[in-house]
């Protein structure tokens, strides 16, 4: 036709037009690509560096890479982006990795032993916040987890292209970035507080993951002997346990009580109140308490790992060690209840599924959130509020005595995050079947999670804290009875959006009773008078109050 231009573009515009589009395209396609790459290098991989200021770096591993290319004939530098492509995007999912472990748990990921806690984290998801969302959840990590490197090696091998097209200006460039490298070295310039600009942080993460890798592989022998050394494992049931006769001990965790909890001053006076009235409550009751602090070997969650740490007296700080215990004859301290002639009861309100623990531990009966027949309301993660747990395993147990002592190992998981909703105390005269706790829930629900600001999240745990610690005072106050010797402490702190950073790995206990002689037995532990350890209560490692129970109540 008279006056259409052979070859012009189907959508109207110039070959001019078309060009320059391209060409901003393709430079915007490589700026993206310079920002993901810089992105995944500088990222900390520390929740508590995660700042504006904490990616002002230049990293040494980026400036030797760009010096290799700038060396390397064009064919062995694209084969050479294409493997530190694929390196630089496995580094960002580990850094991912970190950052979600030390936001939740207050330290990095293993690569070793913690890929079996993404299933426990779809179960608290689930739990928490439905099936759909938990699900939801799964995807976008697996599309993060193969996405990502993909990406990252796609960036690293365009910008090496721009490299190679460009070797003389970049070696200018990168020159002149060696030598401000090597003034921030030299004077060690920072911009965040224990985040040197100089950086060579991902080769510290490699050699640390690396570390850990070998100090893993290792552990696993040097475990199973410290499982096999128990001066208490050939003791007769005769000789155990001689002061407690006649006494229905019960060993109570409450999950996330930490020691923030009584001493930060957002926490403490309102739950020093419920503490300080407690004792005086409990001691026109006739019971007197001690406290002191243990270090619980786990943070922010792994509830497991402290369990089997108090009662078997080694250190399980990760599922390898927990593994092998569970697999070994190690006495536990309910085992040696159980070897003094002891009725044991295990009672897990928030187990709901195959619990291999159980068979370990050896109760004579246990009662899990299928046998304590709740029928009330779901509070979040937490399967029933812990009054109901207190008054079923009251009414299982406890009422029904045949004369034989019994020794209780109880979770409660009211104070479990997401801390919300927080059930509220009622008269235990109507918990009943749990249904009355549908009018008893104080706070909003799960659903509110997304919209809760950090000073939320940290005044509901404080709350579930408080609705627990009442709970338990209630209970002694209203069941105990002279032979009740009742110890209570926290499984573990919070997570760190609730502590912050560089939080202790410590916990309070307590021993309640009436029978004063049993506090004169660990009148040489230094503990303090009442529910609230002081800032100058002693502080033991958790692994160390199995001996030093057994020893201060033998013969």
Same mark, same amino acid.
């Given at each position: 036709m008279r006056g259409e231009r052979s070859g012009a573009p189907a959508n109207g515009g110039t070959d001019g037009e078309v060009r320059t589009k391209r060409s901003v395209l393709a430079w915007l396609t490589t700026v993206l690509a310079a920002l993901l790459a810089l992105l995944v290098l500088t990222a900390p991989y520390d929740f508590g560096q995660l700042t504006p200021a904490g990616f002002v770096r230049i990293p040494l591993e980026a400036l030797l890479f760009v010096a290799?290319?700038?060396?390397?004939?064009?064919?062995? &530098?694209?084969?050479?982006?294409?493997?530190?492509?694929?390196?630089?995007? =496995?580094?960002?999912?580990?850094? =991912?990795?970190?950052?979600?472990?030390?936001?939740?748990?207050?330290?990095?990921?293993?690569?070793?032993?913690?890929?079996?806690?993404?299933?426990?984290?779809?179960?608290? =998801?689930?739990? &928490?916040?439905?099936?759909?969302?938990?699900?939801?959840? +799964?995807? @976008? @990590?697996?599309?993060?987890?193969?996405?990502?490197?993909?990406?990252?090696?796609? &960036?690293?091998?365009?910008?090496?292209?721009?490299?190679?097209?460009?070797?003389?200006?970049?070696?200018?460039?990168?020159?002149?970035? @060696?030598? @401000?490298?090597?003034?921030?070295?030299a004077f060690n310039v920072r911009v965040l507080p224990g985040v040197p600009v100089a950086d060579t942080s991902a080769t510290t993460l490699a050699n640390g993951h690396g570390f850990q890798v070998r100090l893993r592989l290792n552990d696993r022998k040097t475990f199973s002997t410290l499982v096999d050394a128990d001066r208490f494992r050939d003791t007769p049931g005769d000789q155990l346990l001689t002061a407690l006769r006649g006494k229905n001990v019960v060993i109570s965790f409450v999950e996330s009580y930490g020691r923030d909890a009584v001493e930060d001053p957002e926490f403490a006076p309102q739950v020093g109140a419920v503490l300080d009235s407690g004792t005086s409550r409990l001691g026109a009751a006739g019971f007197a308490a001690q406290s002191g602090f243990l270090t619980s070997p786990t943070f922010g969650g792994g509830s497991w790992l402290a369990h089997a740490t108090l009662l078997s007296g080694l250190w399980i700080d990760n599922d390898q060690r927990h593994r092998t215990l569970l697999a070994s004859d190690r006495m536990t301290l309910n085992g040696a209840f159980r070897r003094a002639n002891w009725q044991t009861v295990g009672v897990m309100p928030a187990v709901t599924r195959a619990w291999p623990e159980g068979s370990f531990f050896g109760y004579d009966r246990?009662?899990?959130?299928?046998? =304590?027949?709740?029928?009330?309301?779901?509070?979040?993660?937490?399967?029933?509020?812990?009054?109901?747990?207190? &008054?079923?395993?009251?009414?299982?147990?406890?009422?029904?005595?045949?004369?034989?002592?019994?020794?209780?190992?109880?979770?409660?998981v009211s104070s479990h995050a997401p801390w919300t909703p927080v059930p509220r105390l009622i008269d235990w005269t109507t918990v009943g079947d749990g249904a009355t706790f549908h009018d008893a829930a104080a706070g909003g629900g799960a659903a509110d999670e997304g919209r809760r600001t950090t000073a939320q999240i940290r005044a509901d745990y404080r709350h579930s804290i408080e609705y627990t610690l009442s709970t338990l005072i209630s209970y002694v106050e209203t069941y105990g009875d002279d032979d009740l010797v009742f110890i209570v402490l926290g499984d573990h702190q919070p997570a760190t959006v609730v502590t912050g950073e560089n939080a202790s790995h410590d916990v309070p206990?307590?021993?309640?009773?009436?029978?004063? +002689?049993?506090?004169?037995?660990?009148?040489?532990?230094?503990w303090q008078d009442g529910l609230k350890p002081g800032p100058q209560a002693p502080v033991w490692p958790m692994d160390t109050f199995r001996d030093r129970f057994l020893t201060a109540f033998g013969p």
């Open positions: 290799l290319l700038v060396a390397l004939p064009s064919r062995g &530098s694209r084969l050479v982006a294409t493997v530190a492509g694929v390196a630089l995007g =496995l580094l960002g999912m580990l850094k =991912l990795l970190d950052l979600g472990f030390s936001a939740s748990l207050g330290r990095a990921f293993d690569p070793v032993l913690d890929w079996a806690l993404l299933d426990d984290a779809f179960a608290f =998801l689930s739990e &928490s916040y439905g099936r759909p969302g938990a699900i939801g959840a +799964a995807i @976008v @990590v697996a599309v993060v987890a193969v996405g990502l490197p993909v990406l990252v090696t796609l &960036s690293v091998r365009r910008l090496s292209r721009l490299v190679i097209r460009h070797r003389a200006g970049t070696t200018r460039i990168m020159a002149a970035l @060696v030598v @401000v490298w090597v003034v921030c070295a246990f009662y899990n959130a299928k046998t =304590l027949d709740y029928h009330g309301p779901k509070f979040s993660f937490g399967t029933m509020p812990d009054q109901y747990t207190l &008054s079923s395993w009251q009414g299982l147990e406890q009422a029904k005595q045949d004369g034989r002592p019994t020794m209780t190992e109880l979770a409660l206990i307590t021993i309640i009773t009436r029978d004063r +002689a049993v506090l004169d037995r660990i009148s040489g532990w230094g």
